[in-house]
Structure formats: structure tokens, C-alpha cells
């Protein structure tokens, strides 16, 4: 398994992977959003997984990911949303590595996401060609995000108090004003914004109290134990599948099917 593990993560590097968008002249790639688009400083960020290279008048299968940053005037302009399929003009470069002694090595924290390359171009040079691509389920559960944030903003009057409750239950922080995170860095809680284990654990917590008196006889602990996976799962359908939320609900799955199984 470890070795797998290390195959899997090793063969994904420009250098080894020979279909790597990278490799080819390209004037145009063709992709999809792989990640749900993140605002920021009138910005928005995204990686696209690369499927095709288009040059000297055809289409070469590709692969890779690129990040991809276009300026936008405010979250109505996000645009593009996962799974929608791009082409883009291929102008990208290396991530740089770090040039100040002890400064975030942000070209590592991309490696880790499969990411080599970045661009930064205008709205006019990116053009939706599809949708429906990527990971249905994924997909799915970020729809159904956008779902629960609309009710946020039906019932939450102030945009404020909207964009916190939005962040701090859902994980989507894309309506939360820079000035409000910037407080919550300079007061050192920063960590509160993000959905972590300690969310899971307080779903988990909070219906296994509600039902400790479903964990008598056989038959009714099996269906508590089924009611809590049901509930550790279908929140972390609503966050989107975070990957701290993935680890937690996994690892906290585990403990409750021990637990059945006594």
C-alpha cells in the first residue's frame, strides 16, 4: 500500500508523466474546473485539469493541472463553476520557489495538489465550451452548497452576519469580506473559519446523544449506528467534501462501526 501510495504521487510530476500539458506547443489547452472557484482581491482562482493541447491544428489528449487566475469585478462575476469545461489561451509559467529566507514555499503547497504551472489571464482569453465534467458526486455536493448559502441569504438579512454563518457551518468562504478576515487573522482565531474535524465530531457528538437510548439491543444500534454514519456523511455532503471533513467523517466512521460491532 505504501508503496502505491508513493508510485501514485510520484508519476503525476511533469517530469515522469509524458502526457503532461507541458511537454506539448500548444496555443490553446482544454480542461475543467476541478475546484470550486475561490474570490479573492477582486481575483478569482481555480485549477483546471488539463485533457487536451491544441496546436498545430489538432488536439493532442493531455494531462496535468494548472492554476488559473482572472480578474473579475465582484462574486456575481464568478462565472465558472466545477465542472464547467474551458479553453484557454496556454500562457503559463513554473511556479516560482521561494525567494525570502523562511517564506511560505507555496510552490510545495501546490506540488502536494499536483499543480506545476500557473496562469494569470483576462476574462477575454477563457471561453466556456462545456459543462458536467469531473466528479458527479462532487459535483452534486457543491450544488447542493450553493443550495444552503442561497437559504442563508433568504433568511439572514445582514450580508455580513450571511457570509460568517455561510463560512463557519459550509466551509464557503467566498462572500466573507476581506476586512472580517483580516480580524480574524490579527486576533490569531483564523481557524474558526475553516470546517475541520471539530465540526464532524459536534454532528457526531450531538445525535449520539439524542439517540444514547437506541444503543440497548441489537437491532436498534445497528440503525443508530446507520443514523449517525447518515448524518457524519450528509454533512460532509454539505460542506463539499472538504478534505479536512473527509478525514474526519472517515477516521470517526471507523470508530462508530468498531462501536456496533462492539
Do not use: C
Not at 131 to 158: C, E, S, W
Not at 188 to 210: A, E, K, N, Y
Not at 244 to 254: C, E, P, Y
Request: glycine share 8%.
Amino acid at each position: 500500500l505504501s508503496a502505491t501510495g508513493w508510485i501514485l504521487a510520484w508519476k503525476t510530476h511533469p517530469g515522469i508523466e509524458r502526457t503532461h500539458f507541458s511537454h506539448f506547443e500548444a496555443d490553446a489547452l482544454v480542461g475543467y474546473v476541478a475546484d470550486e472557484p475561490v474570490l479573492r482581491n477582486q481575483h478569482v482562482r481555480f485549477p483546471i485539469a488539463v485533457t487536451g493541447s491544441y496546436g498545430t491544428g489538432r488536439l493532442i489528449p493531455s494531462s496535468g493541472f494548472l492554476l488559473v487566475t482572472v480578474p473579475v469585478g465582484d462574486s456575481s462575476q464568478l462565472g465558472n463553476g466545477y465542472g464547467d469545461e474551458l479553453l484557454i489561451r496556454a500562457k503559463y509559467q513554473e511556479v516560482p520557489p521561494p525567494y525570502n529566507p523562511h517564506e511560505m514555499d507555496y510552490r510545495r503547497y501546490l506540488s502536494a495538489k499536483d499543480i506545476w504551472h500557473q496562469a494569470y489571464l483576462q476574462p477575454w482569453e477563457t471561453r466556456q465550451i462545456g459543462a458536467g465534467k469531473g466528479n458527479t458526486l462532487v459535483r452534486h455536493a457543491l450544488r447542493l452548497r450553493q443550495d444552503m448559502v442561497a437559504k442563508f441569504a433568504r433568511y439572514v438579512q445582514d450580508p455580513t452576519a450571511q457570509a460568517l454563518a455561510a463560512t463557519l457551518l459550509l466551509g464557503y468562504r467566498v462572500d466573507l469580506n476581506p476586512e472580517l478576515i483580516d480580524v480574524f487573522s490579527v486576533t490569531g482565531t483564523i481557524h474558526v473559519l475553516s470546517v475541520s474535524g471539530m465540526h464532524v465530531m459536534l454532528v457526531f457528538w450531538l445525535f449520539s446523544r439524542l439517540l444514547w437510548w437506541m444503543g440497548r439491543t441489537g437491532f436498534l444500534r445497528w440503525a443508530r449506528l446507520f443514523i449517525l454514519l447518515a448524518a457524519v456523511w450528509g454533512y460532509a455532503l454539505l460542506t463539499g467534501f472538504s478534505p479536512s471533513v473527509l478525514r474526519a467523517s472517515l477516521m470517526i466512521s471507523f470508530v462508530m462501526v468498531a462501536a456496533g460491532f462492539r
